[in-house]
């Protein structure tokens, strides 16, 4: 509770101190008048005054001790006095400021991305009691449910208080306004789905509680918008409520706009939301292949947790599967899985690489933290005079300790500004990588989170820095460091083992640094030269967001894609363009399809595609043709298969041409016609799977692949002989003259697709460059201020030295070895210290191994190589003492 007298009490502090004075100054007065009445000449009176009354700064540090002032005054006095050291000594400041910030700023901006990612995901209330509900075989997989299940987990959950349950609409979906529509992430959810997640609208309402017996019927054709959408398609109209909008063809009467940060799901990225409710069909009636699945989210009842969640919805699930008639069915759904919300959020792969990377950034500033401390240890020895002269006059060994650690403070409360600054600087610059890796938009703003974990960091640094040396500069004898005085009082063996130990842990930490850095490096260089089965150059890739419901009842073929094309290879460096649903190492939309051959089922991945796009990505045929101009809507059905698919269902797995003339599917089966060579499909590092290739020009509405392909995705693929700069404007105005909704396609380059393909590992290899790179930089640093505060402690013992006739090369030497004797003890400690870090990263390796000699062997040279070139300095200006000059210094 704030104490409001004492905050006064520190108001009137200047008054106060006044009324002192000028009360200190009349009782002084006084004495000296009564000196005079006592016959004492008028000179001597005020020295015999001062003589009776005693010392008047004494006076003035009990009567401030009595009021309680003293701790404040003795603070500000430390804090001005650190102040001028750093004026004094700029390099010294600089150097311990920049080391700190380094640590402090990748530190802060790997919190600030793991706060957001993994600690607080979401805005939701409450968030750590929001659970998702999975149905599962037992295995990673798992399957949305059926509404039947839902309704029996509502009936019987005791540890889930509140169900909710949500679909994405089908297809891509435009959120239309007159002649214009703008693509939307649209999810039907129940009615209780906001309740549950602890959100109210800011605008409007959310929709109705259900009736009994429906569980959404009194919210028919009512719509719920973000406020993203609201802000860009109606401009933030505040009459928005009631009006009619449309999601594609279908009508909706506007309820709500909810917050702008809301999202749901939170994993859905920056697309303008919209939230419409389900309404239950006769499919939802049964548990077959026909009913509608569903993502379900709950809350935890009070009391309850993950595992007795778990526990109870087990025993309920074994009931409810026995309630499937089909055996497969049965089995997917015979296991529920319940786990925190926030766990759904992000992938292994990218939790797995946020944790490594705050572990570096952790390792990054501990290494800062020795060396400001090594630096602090070093300065303290040349004050020991300083220090040992104020314990002489009556400085507490915590009075001295305290003077210095205000002093590390106000270093780091600088350094953290600086830091600040750096963490923005590096969110903002690594804002692409993370927006490919990560769920959840990362802001480059610190917020409260952040800046309390900014805040730790000073004080931390402050106080680990500044202990060893204060508590070592306390410890020292007053009377050996005012004996010994000079330049020479601090250099026993107990502060240069000290400052030895420091440098190199520092060493044996930023090798384990670049070790795991030089590993991810060596995977994306692998990475880099793996084939890919096509070509990347001169490509401009445009994902279409296709507005299928402008071409409703028509061949989409024939009225938006053919003449698309023509236009499009008419452009000025053009050399060829085509269309397919994804292009390799997408991430916009892949169908897996399960169809007939050879009396066996086939499981493959399904891709429509034009016959150009052979020409554009120079896919290698193995066996057979592609598509050419011959494969129409009124020719023989005909698919294209990888070399995957080959040779697993060829009758001859040693020769994959064999499955050259199959037939695929019962009631319109498609013959294989060309076995293209394998290519790199969704990862670079994972192989190739099997694959099937539609050609484009027959699928019609009449056959089953139309909806699912052609009203979906589908990537305009552009070979240019022009950069790609200078295509994509005219590519833009193509795509709007072709359909207004096609101007918001995003345009990007292949090379830039395989790029981003590497995800959490070209992340982890970024930030761990720069880690790295940091840590090189403040080890470097940390040993040439040492050893320039070493060269400098020393001075004159090399004068003597020099005397007695040891030469240049000697003491080069001397200094030399002290930095390489660190330096290597560093490195053998540190390579154990790498060992055990690199398991943190082993998922993320391709192509090199764990514990690869080579990446050791050139992380210890450089880091070496580095110190002894930073050491070299000192050691050239220890050789060019003069000793006539060194044997007068103090």
Request: proline share 5%.
């Amino acid at each position: 509770m704030f104490n409001w007298e004492f905050a006064m009490r520190l108001w009137q502090i200047r008054k106060r101190n006044v009324d002192l004075e000028r009360e200190l100054r009349s009782d002084l007065e006084l004495e000296e008048e009564e000196q005079r009445e006592n016959g004492v000449p008028l000179e001597e009176a005020q020295y015999a005054a001062r003589r009776a009354f005693g010392n008047t700064l004494l006076i003035k540090e009990h009567t401030h001790e009595a009021w309680g002032w003293a701790r404040f005054e003795r603070f500000w006095q430390d804090l001005r006095y650190a102040l001028r050291q750093m004026r004094r000594s700029p390099g010294f400041a600089a150097t311990v400021i920049g080391t700190l910030a380094l640590g402090i700023g990748a530190t802060a901006a790997m919190f600030t991305v793991v706060d957001h990612v993994l600690l607080r995901p979401t805005s939701y209330r409450d968030a750590g009691r929001l659970v998702s509900v999975q149905e599962t075989n037992g295995s990673d997989y798992n399957w949305p449910s059926p509404w039947l299940d839902i309704e029996s987990w509502q009936a019987q959950s005791k540890t889930l208080r509140e169900i909710a349950f949500s679909a994405k609409m089908s297809g891509r979906n435009f959120l239309v306004q007159q002649t214009m529509g703008m693509e939307v992430d649209a999810e039907r959810v129940s009615p209780n789905l906001f309740s549950v997640l602890g959100v109210q609208p800011f605008l409007g309402n959310s929709f109705l509680p259900a009736n009994s017996g429906s569980a959404t019927g009194r919210n028919t054709g009512t719509i719920v918008l973000s406020y993203a959408a609201w802000s860009e398609v109606f401009e933030a109209d505040p009459a928005i409520l009631g009006k009619v909008v449309n999601i594609n063809n279908d009508s909706y009467t506007v309820l709500g706009v909810m917050p702008a940060r809301f999202r749901y799901p939170e994993s859905s990225g920056e697309t303008p939301q919209a939230w419409v409710p389900i309404q239950l069909g006769i499919d939802d009636a049964s548990r077959n292949f026909k009913a509608m699945q569903y993502t379900v989210l709950a809350r935890l009842s009070p009391g309850a947790t993950v595992e007795s969640a778990n526990t109870e919805m087990s025993l309920l699930q074994k009931h409810i599967a026995a309630e499937y008639t089909d055996a497969g069915l049965r089995k997917d759904h015979s296991v529920v899985r319940i786990l925190a919300y926030s766990d759904t959020l992000v992938n292994r792969d990218a939790r797995s690489a946020l944790l490594a990377l705050q572990a570096a950034s952790g390792v990054l500033w501990l290494i800062a933290v020795m060396n400001a401390a090594s630096l602090l240890l070093a300065r303290s020895v040349a004050r020991q005079r300083e220090i040992a002269m104020r314990g002489a006059l009556g400085a507490s060994r915590g009075r001295l300790m305290q003077q210095m650690m205000i002093e590390s403070l106000a270093l780091s409360c600088l350094a953290a500004a600086f830091g600040a600054a750096t963490a923005i600087a590096s969110v903002r610059l690594l804002a692409h990588e993370l927006a490919q890796t990560l769920p959840v938009p990362v802001p480059a703003t610190p917020d409260g989170p952040v800046l309390v974990a900014l805040v730790a960091l000073t004080v931390m640094s402050a106080l680990l820095s500044a202990l060893w040396p204060a508590f070592m500069s306390a410890r020292t004898s007053i009377d050996v460091a005012i004996r010994q005085g000079g330049t020479g009082a601090g250099t026993n063996s107990r502060h240069q083992r000290g400052r030895s130990v420091l440098v190199a842990a520092e060493t044996a930490m930023s090798l384990a640094l670049l070790v795991v850095c030089g590993l991810l490096l060596r995977t994306i260089y692998t990475l880099r030269h793996v084939p890919l089965g096509f070509r990347t150059d001169h490509i401009v890739v445009a994902n279409l967001s296709i507005p299928s419901y402008r071409f409703a009842g028509q061949n989409m073929t024939e009225t938006l894609y053919r003449p698309l094309l023509e236009r499009v290879q008419h452009l000025h460096g053009v050399e060829g363009a085509g269309l397919i649903s994804e292009v390799p190492l997408g991430k916009t939309f892949v169908l897996h399809m399960e169809m007939q051959l050879n009396s066996s089922t086939i499981v493959a991945y399904m891709k429509a595609v034009s016959p150009e796009i052979q020409r554009v990505f120079g896919f290698r045929m193995m066996a057979g043709r592609f598509f050419g101009p011959q494969d129409t809507a009124d020719s023989e059905p005909v698919v294209v298969v990888n070399e995957a698919f080959a040779r697993l269902y060829s009758p001859d797995p040693h020769d994959p041409a064999m499955v050259l003339g199959a037939k695929i599917g019962k009631s319109s089966p498609l013959r294989i016609i060309g076995v293209l060579d394998d290519e790199r499909q969704k990862t670079v590092a994972a192989p190739a799977v099997p694959e099937v290739e539609v050609a484009l020009p027959q699928i019609t509405p009449a056959n089953g692949f139309y909806r699912p392909i052609e009203g979906t995705a589908m990537d305009l693929a552009v070979r240019t002989n022009l950069p790609p700069s200078e295509m994509m404007p005219d590519l833009k105005s193509i795509l709007r003259q072709a359909s207004p909704e096609l101007q918001n396609a995003t345009l990007t380059t292949m090379q830039q697709i395989v790029e981003d393909s590497y995800g959490s590992q070209r992340l982890a290899a970024h930030l761990l460059e720069l880690f790295a790179t940091a840590a090189l930089l403040v080890c470097m640093a940390g040993l040439y201020g040492l050893l320039a505060y070493v060269v400098a402690q020393r001075t004159r013992e090399l004068g003597i030295r020099a005397a007695l006739g040891a030469d240049r090369g000697d003491l080069l030497w001397l200094i030399m070895r002290q930095a390489g004797a660190m330096l290597f003890a560093g490195a053998i400690v540190g390579a154990g210290f790498a060992e055990v870090s690199v398991r943190l990263v082993r998922g993320f390796l391709y192509g090199v191994s764990p514990h690869d000699g080579w990446t050791l062997a050139g992380a210890a040279a450089v880091l070496i190589t580095s110190g002894l070139l930073a050491a070299y300095l000192p050691a050239r200006r220890a050789a060019s003492i003069d000793p006539i000059h060194a044997l007068r210094t103090e």
